[in-house]
């Protein structure tokens, strides 16, 4: 079995057509194909981080809770959620096992376009 991850993100595919223009004025380069994965990576983290208050013995797993199962609209690749398995909705992410030449997604289904 042959595991890949879908393709790089040219910057100019993504919904949110301003970042580019943002991240090269941030970082004076032009984004990469992983830039706006990263971008929302940290995001998605920070939402989390956000939501779980203060106290220490249970932030990890409110961290954790805010992270799975959350649904976020209008964000850099559009809007997405993540499963409470840890799997993402958004395809442009999504992990395929191949069968033959054909991909095979992982985890939650595609919504149709």
Do not use: W
Not at 12 to 19: A, S
Not at 46 to 56: E, M, R, V
Not at 80 to 100: H, K, N, P, V, W
Not at 105 to 112: D, E, K, V, Y
């Amino acid at each position: 079995m042959s595991l890949e991850v879908s393709q790089e993100l040219d910057p100019k595919l993504l919904p949110n057509k301003q970042f580019e223009n943002l991240f090269a004025t941030r970082f004076h380069r032009s984004p990469g194909p992983y830039a706006a994965y990263g971008y929302e990576a940290m995001e998605l983290v920070l939402h989390g981080i956000q939501g779980a208050g203060t106290d220490s013995s249970s932030f990890r797993d409110k961290v954790r809770n805010g992270v799975f199962g959350s649904h976020l609209d209008g964000t850099v690749l559009g809007s997405y959620a993540i499963t409470s398995d840890g799997d993402t909705t958004e395809c442009m992410i999504q992990r395929y096992r191949l069968s033959g030449t054909t991909r095979v997604p992982l985890g939650a289904p595609c919504p149709t376009r």
